[in-house]
């Protein structure tokens, strides 16, 4: 079961390699940014709880997330070929709570790809994609706060799932297709 975690600072190409990985191996996909989005449309509490937390570039709390991540996985049944966790884990609690989960399971996260794009390009990507889309969360201000939040909260989980000995390590600047070679690499040696 290949069971992956995309990692990166905002803007780094998450979402973008997860969609190529999902066309080429049939891997389910969970992203939490979009869960929460969705939640967000409908109007639900939950999503109202998100907007005021996202639109500040701050994490939502881990419970909730927590909660929310078991119930999207327990969702693809027991079969499955592996899901993509796609912006979850943001914090070592969470990364713990995936572990934990995923192994009352029998199952386990195969490889942590971390995508590594400087601070620069990450503003151009996100400033651009905010142009076109108009997601909420796009505008410089809050760029620079999801930034910090990245580098303070979410950056640490690069040494601890060095220590859990699967992590990898991809230069995300530059051409996709390269960038996804890259990705299937990594994917094809577990
Ligand atoms: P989330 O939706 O996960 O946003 P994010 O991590 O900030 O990531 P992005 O979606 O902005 O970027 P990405 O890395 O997927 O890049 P993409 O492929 O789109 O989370 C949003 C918010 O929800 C958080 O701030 C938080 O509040 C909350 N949240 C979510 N998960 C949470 C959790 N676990 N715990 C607590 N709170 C949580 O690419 C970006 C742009 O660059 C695109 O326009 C793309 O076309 C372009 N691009 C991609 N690759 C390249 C390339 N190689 N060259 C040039 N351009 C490229």
Redesign the pocket.
Same mark, same amino acid.
């Given at each position: 079961m290949r069971n992956i975690v995309i990692f990166?600072a905002?803007? !780094?190409?998450?979402?973008?390699q997860s969609d190529k990985m999902i066309a080429k191996y049939g891997l389910k996909h969970i !992203?939490?940014?979009?869960v929460?989005r969705n939640e967000i449309k409908n109007g639900t509490e939950l999503g109202k709880t998100a907007k005021e937390?996202?639109d500040n570039?701050?994490?939502?709390p881990d419970e909730l997330?927590i909660d929310i991540l078991a119930s999207v996985y327990d969702s693809f049944g027991k079969e499955h070929g592996g899901v993509i966790f796609?912006?979850?884990?943001?914090t070592i609690p969470?990364a713990e709570a995936l572990k934990k989960m995923l192994a009352e399971r029998g199952h386990k996260v195969a490889a942590m790809i971390e995508l590594d794009v400087p601070e620069e390009e990450l503003m151009k990507?996100?400033l651009?994609?905010g142009q076109q889309s108009g997601r909420s969360?796009d505008n410089e201000e809050t760029i620079k706060k999801?930034l910090g939040v990245y580098h303070h909260q979410t950056s640490p989980l690069i040494e601890w799932y060095k220590q859990e000995g699967i992590h990898n390590h991809i230069d995300?600047l530059?051409e996709?297709e390269r960038?996804f070679a890259d990705v299937c690499t990594v994917i094809e040696n577990i």
């Open positions: 990166g905002p803007g !780094s190409g998450k979402g973008t !992203s939490t940014g979009d929460l937390f996202i570039g701050q994490l939502i997330m796609d912006g979850f884990p943001r969470q990507r996100l651009l994609r969360d999801r995300g530059g996709l960038i």
